[in-house]
């Protein structure tokens, strides 16, 4: 699984090591692919016959399903290398004028960071009036293609009654699994999740920390990974996790055992919400084939494979397939998600996250 990237600060850090003086090749001003026109894109990318991806691995919001449909219609080919956001922004920069990578996927907060160190080629698509404005730069440098919520998996045979929010996840007696706080993305914002569902927010994340030190002091934080194999096997009776990747989990659990029985839900009294930006290589060896992919992810189809994938989708005017959207959780359930908008701010909370957790969360588990 992906985006289990170090923690904020450090991720900086390591970036900020890795991309220090490295000239930025003159690949950007050498096309102006907003003006370049869709036709004379397509011709080159076929001619560049493949597009090699970093951290869009197949089995992440159903990327399999838009790798496919490129191949099937323009026949490019495709790779993937997965990593953490900031190591696809350090690779790019670190290869610079040498590229290998075209095109990647990092959380949202990592699209200004990548565009800040020269990293990012220019390219809006066609349908650049369907973003909303937090989810975009000015120029097509960074896009945010879908987003995630945070939600509550429960193995059904393992938990009577599924909690539905977080307030009944502090009145039940089960272990949480929440995964590591100190590095991983989701986990972060899971944290963020429970501060608005006990009355805080990204201003004040005490309510947050209280629930956690009541879970600590009970000994019912799993400590353990969020991987799916972990969910096959009964090790995870509650889960805190992206819908996509709860719902995938899910259904591959239900795959391999039939009789299993999961229930995954939005938490009623709060949650948050956050996106994957798509970024483009400055040096990318096969820019037209990258820029083709980006329009595809953002065309219908390609938002629709993201739903399949159980990602929400950025452009809201896209209409999802009845039999696709009946398998997603009911969009009433998600009234209750909180929509991150200034990750400025969101890099410094999640440092303030990580800090209490390591302090006080971690030395207080049983």
């Not at 095109?103 to 009036?129: C, F, H, M, N, R």
């Not at 009145?171 to 569902?197: F, M, N, P, R």
Request: hydrophobic content about 40%; charged content about 20%; overall charge negative.
């Amino acid at each position: 699984m992906k985006k289990s990237c170090v923690s904020v600060l450090l991720a900086m850090s390591m970036a900020a090591a890795l991309l220090s003086g490295c000239a930025k090749s003159a690949a950007a001003e050498n096309v102006d692919y907003n003006s370049k026109g869709w036709d004379a894109i397509v011709a080159d990318a076929k001619k560049e016959g493949k597009v090699n991806s970093v951290g869009m691995p197949d089995t992440w919001a159903n990327w399999i399903g838009t790798w496919q449909g490129i191949n099937d219609e323009y026949g490019i080919a495709h790779e993937d290398l997965d990593m953490s956001s900031s190591e696809e922004i350090a690779l790019f920069k670190e290869e610079g004028k040498d590229g290998t990578k075209d095109i990647g996927d990092v959380g949202q907060q990592w699209g200004p960071v990548a565009e800040s160190e020269g990293v990012t080629l220019k390219y809006k698509t066609s349908y650049w009036d369907d973003i909303p404005s937090w989810a975009k730069d000015d120029d097509g440098d960074w896009i945010v293609c879908y987003v995630g919520t945070i939600s509550i998996i429960t193995n059904n045979a393992l938990v009577d009654k599924a909690p539905q929010s977080f307030q009944d996840i502090l009145e039940g007696d089960y272990k949480v699994t929440i995964g590591d706080v100190s590095a991983a993305s989701q986990a972060q914002h899971a944290i963020l999740a429970t501060a608005y569902a006990m009355g805080g927010d990204m201003d004040n994340l005490q309510p947050a920390y209280d629930f956690w030190s009541t879970l600590a002091k009970e000994g019912r934080i799993d400590t353990g990974d969020t991987s799916t194999a972990r969910i096959e096997s009964g090790e995870i009776a509650v889960g805190l996790f992206w819908d996509y990747n709860a719902l995938n989990y899910r259904d591959n659990a239900v795959s391999n055992n039939p009789n299993a029985s999961f229930t995954v839900c939005v938490p009623s009294d709060g949650s948050v919400q956050s996106g994957y930006a798509s970024i483009i290589n400055v040096n990318a060896p096969n820019p037209n084939a990258a820029c083709l992919a980006r329009e595809y992810i953002l065309s219908d189809q390609g938002q629709i494979n993201l739903a399949i994938g159980y990602a929400t989708p950025i452009r809201s005017n896209v209409v999802i397939p009845a039999e696709v959207q009946a398998k997603r959780i009911d969009q009433s359930q998600y009234a209750s998600a909180h929509a991150i908008e200034d990750f400025d701010k969101w890099t410094n909370v999640c440092q303030d996250i990580i800090t209490y957790w390591e302090e006080n969360i971690i030395p207080a588990i049983k």
